[in-house]
């Protein structure tokens, strides 16, 4: 991805980064460090986060903390993080799944659409491309999707006629084909936040998209490249993807 398809258009958009969860999965290489913190090249992956999102004109990011939520608070005080965007923190007193997580924030998310994703995982997409599809296709959501080979170790996304989200398929460990899945990158409107919020749900995925009618959500896909560093395999892989597409 070329610089000159970055720009200003996330500079009134609220990024919401959920990194709230246990890592159980990368403990044995992480111990007590949180995933949002894991070592990529002998730098945090929050720091490349921070940089790639200020390349999108990216200005305030909150940060929904649970496990070791004092580790990242100590390392954006110590380590003033080297952009200009405002980071602010809200701390899960426990576990609460991802629509758990957004209910928890929702007060401290003040823009409309707000930008939510995983805080283990990367994708090198436009960005500034994936606004502009959301506010064509003027829906309440819209998600972020990419097309990976071998797609089994991941749940699919099916999209109907008309593009948009039409189901979800469960991840299948049999199916060794390409197919498109979720980034967990999240255009979402303020009114859906707002049910969110008044709802008991505590997947986001489960509780709530995939119990919304097919053709809802919009999705944003294309052929990108994705890393989930919430296992020792893909975090030893990280670099090759963080690091390339913090750096263009």
């Known amino acids: ?10 500079e009134a958009i609220d990024i919401f980064v959920l990194a709230g969860g246990l890592g159980t999965r990368i403990r044995p290489v992480l111990g007590e460090l949180p995933k949002i913190l894991a ?22 990011v909150v940060l929904g903390l649970g496990h070791r939520a004092q580790a990242v ?9 080297s952009t200009r965007i405002e980071v602010a923190t809200v701390i899960e007193p426990s576990p609460l799944g991802t629509a ?9 998310l003040r823009s409309d659409p707000v930008l939510i994703m995983n805080g283990d995982s990367f994708t090198d997409a436009d960005l500034c491309a994936f606004v502009d599809h959301h506010r064509a296709a003027k829906t309440i959501g819209t998600m972020l999707c990419a097309e990976v080979d071998n797609a089994g170790r991941y749940g699919r996304v099916e999209l109907d006629q008309s593009g948009r989200i039409g189901g979800f398929i469960e991840k299948d460990s049999n199916f060794h084909g390409t197919a498109l899945i979720s980034t967990g990158v999240y255009l979402l409107s303020a009114n859906l936040l707002d049910d969110i919020a008044a709802s008991g749900a505590a997947s986001i ?6 119990r919304l009618p097919s053709g ?24 090759t ?3 390339s597409g913090s750096a263009n």
């Open 1 to 10: 991805m070329s610089v000159s398809k970055r720009g200003s258009c996330l």
């Open 39 to 60: 070592p990529i090249l002998g730098r945090p992956y929050l720091a490349y986060l921070l940089e790639w999102l200020e390349r999108f004109g990216a200005r305030r």
């Open 73 to 81: 608070i100590e390392y954006l005080e110590d380590a003033q993080p």
């Open 100 to 108: 758990g997580a957004i209910r928890f924030a929702r007060g401290a």
């Open 205 to 210: 995925e489960r509780d709530v998209f995939e």
């Open 216 to 239: 809802t959500l919009a999705a944003f896909a294309g052929r990108f490249r994705f890393i989930d560093i919430g296992t020792p395999e893909s975090l030893a892989l990280a670099a």
């Open 241 to 243: 993807v963080v690091d």
